[in-house]
């Protein structure tokens, strides 16, 4: 059965129990898409919609390798290319990344505390349909004369301001983007905080639940705080204030002190979730307990609080007090050790287990690899005359697509396959998911370990065209590039050929591993409502 | 285990103060940009 018509089934076990006055299924046609409450049905548009998104985002990324596959301009102008790294960050970020995690937190937050839904499932459809409007709007600035935003996702004043109509379309879909984004959080909050079934004390939650509560809370705080500032911006350029004007008495730089207030805890909200997955599918394929379930816990509510008093390390190079530059390097490192914590932990899980590399566990495991050599080159990033350095080089590029790449989107894809079979109640292909996976991330080192070298040897990033000294790692990272784009088709095929049909999957789905959770005792697909009658937790 | 009326002030309670805080951060940011470009 498809997510599409699972719930067909669910008027008859709904029969068993006629008397009940609120049991009912899914609305029929377009009514139940637009007009959805379900969480699993508002998860499954999330989903979608951030796997459309991967596609848009990605043929943004796909043109910039095209233009530097080789030295000189050949395929964009220069202003076109900037729209592109602009627009590639902002649909990726906002379009792909945030709500592929929301929607697996609408998918699995209920299913994992033994909830029959989330606590405001209104607000969850509003929250969701703000973003197709909020993406067109950005999407349309590709249109208007002037063409698409091209100062960079960061926005920075006073360039940001330099473009035509597409400025307040880009103010406007951000706003719709954070007001969907704290919504979900709030959405999120209350129904961890109120809806857990009796038993479950804080201490017991799943750790995917434990990392979207704190996420949660991370969203609250900052992203207020990016509306703040583009509310700013959209009155220095319409209404006379200024705020970030130096002739007027602003200053610009304080744009980029608040823009990073909200800017690097975004970065853990883009990465804490793939903990909670990744804290998920490792015991299980591993056949034993998280190690240090506790440690965990405090790990990511350290990385949360650091993730507020680092911002600076992004403008080191702005000039600012050497005081200051200390603290923000040295809380910057700190970082480490409750990441390192986290990796041992995962490492230790691991550790005489009776290890299985299924899909799921195959992705976590690159990401522990990848995503530590992310962290690692965050390191030397933290080091401020090495900053001086590296400061807008690709090794900057680098090193954060290595967060994001192997980091987040792995997470996702680590997710999607371990609990594909529980939402479709089909298995999917194992071996093309195993073939999608070593495309992936071999394509993914391809791509973006060239990088290093490049910004090691003084190559900008964000230009259209470079000294020929950097022609060969650019031509291998392209390569890399239309490698890792093409795989994700495979990634698409597959989950799509799963959701039609194929061999069926058991409530259990991994029953050879040792799954933890609550999600697993129920049927595959899930019923409508996931508990009616709220389970009992030991 | 709580009633449903419970939960049900538990959750309206929790989403005020969510917003509530949500709207400090948005108002106090744009508040000390017009203290900081007052000064």
Do not use: C
């Not at chain 1, 699993?40 to 796909?62: E, P, Q, R």
């Not at chain 1, 990392?211 to 969203?219: F, N, V």
């Not at chain 2, 709580?2 to 709207?23: C, I, K, P, Y």
């Amino acid at each position: 059965m498809s997510i599409a018509n699972h719930q067909a089934a669910v008027p008859a076990h709904a029969h068993h129990d006629d008397h009940a006055h609120d049991h009912h299924g899914p609305d029929k046609g377009w009514r139940r898409w637009v007009l959805a409450t379900n969480h699993k049905d508002i998860g499954t548009m999330y989903l979608l919609f951030s796997l459309l998104m991967f596609f848009v985002g990605g043929t943004m990324a796909m043109v910039i390798r095209a233009e530097l596959f080789k030295p000189g301009l050949q395929l964009v102008d220069p202003m076109f290319f900037n729209s592109m790294t602009t627009m590639h960050a902002l649909i990726m970020i906002f379009g792909a990344v945030m709500p592929a995690f929301v929607g697996l937190a609408n998918w699995m937050i209920p299913l994992q505390i033994g909830a029959p839904d989330m606590a405001l499932p209104r607000m969850n459809n509003f929250s969701f349909w703000i973003l197709p409007f909020a993406f067109s709007l950005l999407l349309g600035t590709l249109l208007v004369p002037g063409g698409a935003p091209a100062g960079g996702w960061t926005m920075y004043p006073p360039l940001s301001l330099q473009v035509g109509p597409s400025f307040p379309m880009l103010i406007f879909a951000v706003h719709l983007m954070g007001a969907s984004s704290i919504m979900g959080a709030i959405n999120v909050i209350v129904t961890i905080m109120n809806m857990r079934a009796p038993g479950m004390s804080l201490l017991k939650m799943p750790m995917f639940v434990w990392s979207w509560l704190i996420t949660a809370y991370l969203l609250i705080a900052v992203m207020p705080v990016l509306a703040g500032a583009v509310t700013m911006l959209l009155t220095d350029h319409y209404f006379g204030t200024t705020f970030f004007e130096a002739a007027g008495g602003g200053d610009p730089v304080m744009f980029q002190h608040i823009f990073w207030f909200f800017g690097h805890p975004e970065v853990y909200i883009m990465i804490l979730p793939a903990f909670g997955i990744v804290s998920e599918i490792i015991p299980t394929f591993s056949r034993k307990k998280l190690f240090g379930y506790d440690s965990m816990v405090y790990a990511i509510a350290s990385i949360a609080f650091l993730s507020f008093i680092v911002w600076a390390h992004h403008m080191f190079t702005v000039g600012m007090p050497l005081a200051g530059q200390l603290f923000f390097m040295l809380a910057t490192m700190l970082i480490a050790v409750p990441t390192g914590v986290k990796v041992f932990n995962w490492t230790a899980t691991m550790f005489k287990g009776s290890l299985s590399f299924e899909p799921p566990m195959l992705f976590a495991l690159s990401f522990l690899f990848l995503f530590t050599i992310g962290g690692f080159s965050g390191l030397m990033l933290a080091i401020v005359p090495a900053d001086f350095q590296y400061h807008d080089t690709y090794f900057v590029v680098a090193h954060f697509h290595y967060v994001l790449v192997p980091g987040a989107v792995f997470g996702i894809m680590a997710a999607v396959y371990y609990w594909l079979p529980k939402w479709t109640g089909h298995m999917y292909d194992m071996k093309l998911a195993k073939t999608h996976f070593w495309l992936s991330t071999i394509f993914v080192n391809v791509l973006f370990f060239p990088q290093h070298f490049l910004g090691l040897a003084g190559m900008p990033r964000r230009i259209p065209d470079y000294n020929t000294q950097f022609a060969d790692w650019n031509m291998i990272s392209s390569i890399g590039g239309f490698g890792f784009g093409l795989s994700q088709l495979l990634f698409a095929y597959i989950v799509f050929s799963t959701i039609r049909g194929g061999v069926k999957a058991s409530d259990n789905v991994w029953d050879e591993a040792k799954v933890h959770g609550l999600e697993w005792t129920v049927s595959s697909p899930p019923p409508y409502h996931s508990f009616e009658t709220p389970p009992e937790v030991k | 285990m709580t009633s449903g009326h419970d939960r049900r002030r538990g959750v309206r309670r929790t989403a005020l103060w969510l917003a509530l805080l949500a709207a400090v951060f948005y108002f106090g940011f744009i508040a000390m940009g017009v203290w900081r470009s007052l000064h």
